[in-house]
């Protein structure tokens, strides 16, 4: 007897639950901004979560934010801009350098206003929300709790596949 095949959910069947990344690098509030940079470096990301110590979700940091307050770059003059890819507009703009405080941290340069979907949301209202709100990733929530992640190349790579 032929084994069968299980059908294949069509792209716009599909919510954020079948889409999102499980396993997510966050970052700390009181992480060092040379660190966190380091950390998206790493990862191969342009941005994550920002968690406090009992993992509820404070806001997100791009590597925008931190690009913008570059802290070990002392060559660097006051008046300095660079030409950068902004998450929040999708385009690439002229931002201006700022010396962060002494002692500035993640919780100082990460925003705090966060687009989230719930696991159930169908993916064409998760792209409509990410497009309305010029983001490049959602967290999930599930009852406050952040349970996965949802990047615009996550969409990409559905619709590329077709599923």
Same mark, same amino acid.
């Given at each position: 007897?032929? !084994?069968?095949?299980?059908? &294949?959910? /069509?792209?716009?069947? *599909?919510? !954020?639950?079948?889409?999102? &990344?499980? /396993?997510?690098?966050? *970052?700390?509030a009181g992480d060092s901004l040379p660190a966190a940079e380091r950390t998206l470096t790493e990862a191969g990301i342009s941005g994550a979560p920002v968690l406090d110590d009992h993992d509820r979700v404070l806001g997100v940091v791009s590597m925008t934010d931190l690009l913008r307050h570059r802290a070990e770059d002392d060559d660097i003059p006051d008046d300095a801009e660079a030409e950068v890819f902004d998450d929040s507009i999708d385009e690439t703009e002229q931002v201006a350098f700022f010396r962060p405080e002494a002692g500035a941290c993640v919780g100082d340069v990460m925003t705090?206003?966060?687009?989230?979907?719930?696991?159930?949301?169908?993916?064409?209202?998760?792209?409509?929300?990410m497009v309305s709100t010029h983001v490049h990733r959602v967290l999930v929530l599930e009852r406050g709790r952040l349970i996965g992640l949802i990047s615009t190349m996550d969409l990409l790579e559905k619709v590329a596949r077709g599923r």
């Open positions: 007897m032929e !084994a069968q095949s299980m059908p &294949q959910p /069509k792209l716009f069947d *599909l919510c !954020a639950e079948d889409v999102m &990344q499980r /396993k997510i690098v966050t *970052l700390g705090q206003e966060i687009v989230s979907v719930p696991p159930s949301m169908p993916l064409a209202k998760i792209a409509e929300r």
